[in-house]
């Protein structure tokens, strides 16, 4: 059975009762799918105890952003939590999250939090790192999980971890895709059935650069840019960008790189707003 608790001193005979064993924690803001389903399977699979955080976090939304439309479905969340064994859901509050009030003192990722996603959504990046950091400090893990397909987001928390010696292993889980190749993902479902085909244009265009991982840099560039540019030329999907990137720094990969790379993408589909991204080992020197 899955304990759902609101505060820190509900939390905390659970974080006592496995003092001295593996703790994970999955942070999430709800809306969960598949995606979710399989962080919380590998967190059951290497922890003792599991706890799901479910927060819609003010701080990481834009004014024009989709805050007050985010999905909250609270019910359905817990029934997931529940068929993958999840110990305790921690749904807090904003004002437990926020005892001051907006935050003074927040964690600002520097200059790898302010490209791509960063560049789109300002202030994004500072507002999840001062999230991921206090969630960290009421949930006390020996690991937390996060999935590849925020994987800006996943290289800011395992720098964060890293640059402000925080100890606790942070372990990536793969994107989960629908059949058609889709990943999923909690603003899916704003998607209308004829936006969700447009949709599969950031899918197939980090698929097409797949095939050109042998052949470096430029031609992996190429070959999703001209699925992207195919799904803009019919007015129903805005690119935001498409990046081939070291995923150490996010820095753009340059024409001669070999080794792990990430091709992120971001586009917006009618109102929504969407990304993607595969890494890639590139074992060319990529020479045209
Ligand atoms: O990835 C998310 O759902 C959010 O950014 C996170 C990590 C739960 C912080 O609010």
Request: proline share 6%; with cysteine; aromatic share 6%.
């Amino acid at each position: 059975m899955t304990a759902l608790v609101h505060t820190r001193a509900e939390l905390q005979p659970f974080l006592e009762g496995f003092a001295n064993r593996k703790r994970g924690v999955v942070m999430t803001m709800g809306a969960l799918h598949e995606g979710h389903l399989e962080l919380f399977k590998r967190a059951r699979h290497d922890c003792d105890l599991v706890v799901v955080t479910i927060f819609v976090n003010p701080l990481q939304f834009g004014p024009n952003e989709d805050f007050d439309r985010y999905p909250r479905t609270l019910d359905d969340d817990l029934k997931l939590c529940a068929e993958a064994g999840v110990d305790v859901v921690y749904a807090p509050a904003v004002e437990e999250v926020y005892p001051g009030g907006q935050p003074i003192v927040r964690v600002t990722p520097g200059a790898m939090g302010e490209v791509l996603e960063g560049e789109f959504r300002p202030g994004f990046f500072t507002g999840v790192l001062t999230i991921v950091n206090k969630l960290l400090n009421l949930t006390d893990p020996d690991v937390a999980f996060f999935g590849q397909k925020d994987a800006q987001q996943l290289a800011l928390v395992r720098r964060m971890v890293l640059d402000l010696n925080m100890p606790i292993e942070i372990v990536s889980v793969p994107t989960v895709r629908d059949e058609d190749g889709l990943a999923k993902s909690s603003r899916n479902r704003y998607l209308s059935p004829e936006e969700r085909t447009t949709a599969l244009a950031l899918s197939r265009a980090l698929f097409a650069g797949q095939e050109k991982a042998t052949e470096g840099a430029d031609a992996v560039r190429d070959a999703a840019t001209a699925v992207l540019k195919a799904a803009v030329a019919t007015g129903r999907l805005d690119l935001d960008y498409l990046a081939l990137v070291d995923p150490r720094d996010f820095s753009e990969a340059p024409p001669t790189f070999s080794g792990e790379t990430v091709l992120a993408v971001a586009a917006r589909v009618g109102t929504t707003r969407l990304i993607d991204n595969l890494p890639l080992t590139l074992t060319t020197h990529g020479a045209r």
